[in-house]
């Protein structure tokens, strides 16, 4: 696919903070959706994360030390998932894109997020 045909004539689900998770991304491409948004997820926190792939939801989760699980996705969403992310550094967001590159269609850099959770928790990891 054409970069400039991404968008081109697509039904799409926004980025929404506490929305975009799994099982509203998957419900979305249930009903038609072609691309689907993650949450914004901050890079600094997906830098921090272990790959693991989880045998019961057949899902790959991305997940801090203390089990918490900061992304996940599945093979239905291959091709079809835009990673919102959170940042302040591009070196460091371009670290995080490419740790997430295998299972995302693109990236989307949220630029001007105004939720406390986007102006305070980018640079707090």
Request: charged share 30%; aromatic share 6%; hydrophobic share 40%.
């Amino acid at each position: 696919m054409k970069q400039e045909d991404l968008y081109r004539n697509k039904v799409i689900l926004a980025p929404m903070v506490r929305v975009c998770a799994l099982p509203m991304r998957l419900l979305a491409l249930d009903y038609g959706a072609d691309l689907v948004y993650s949450e914004e997820q901050i890079d600094r926190k997906i830098l921090l994360c272990e790959k693991k792939e989880n045998q019961i939801l057949h899902t790959t989760d991305f997940m801090l030390s203390d089990g918490t699980v900061v992304f996940r996705t599945c093979p239905a969403e291959k091709g079809k998932l835009i990673l919102q992310i959170g940042t302040s550094d591009g070196k460091r967001s371009l670290a995080a894109a490419r740790k997430l590159q295998d299972y995302i269609a693109g990236v989307d850099v949220n630029m001007g997020c105004p939720k406390e959770f986007s102006v305070k928790v980018v640079d707090s990891y």
